[in-house]
């Protein structure tokens, strides 16, 4: 696959309802290295629904110059330093060439949950990580911007997103991580 010209190497994209929480959020990613090489992209609901998951997705898709598609929602906090993502990155890199999203959370087959979550000081850490899983949590999806995968175009709403990129790059042959 020939490489493509990206302008970051981040992306940070957040559909917004609360601009002081996103503004938390995204204080704690720059605290945690995310400044330099990335760019914050927002769609901003704040002053009522202007966009859905889908549309603001597919926006951010179109609109991204990053290498990394990071879509997050505003209640996040970054936890660990960017050295961190880039070292799960190159694992995934080394462990299947045809990963094109990856979460901190998410499921494979019936009722198995795979995280990797810090939540106010409770880690939930599945074993096995990398774990290839059919289905992402939306809280944070991190998408590889050259394997080109998209949304649903024929889908709407607020929910269901992570399942609905998963299934588009199963589609695609590609595959997704927790």
Known sequence: MLAMSHSFRYSICTLVTDMAEYGLMKDSFREKGFSEDCEYLLVDNSNGNQADAYQAIRHFLNIAKGKYVV???????????????ENCLSVLDNKDASWAL??????????????????????DLSDNLPCRVDSLDENLIIIDAEKRISISSDLSGFHFYGTDLCLVADYLGYHAYV
Do not use: P, W
Not at 71 to 85: I, N, T
Not at 103 to 122: F, P, S
């Open 71 to 85: 879509l997050v929602h505003q209640d996040v906090r970054c936890q660990d330093e960017r050295k961190v993502l």
């Open 102 to 123: 990856c979460g901190n959370a998410g499921a494979k087959g019936y009722h198995q949950d795979v995280m990797h979550i810090n939540t106010n000081g409770r880690i």
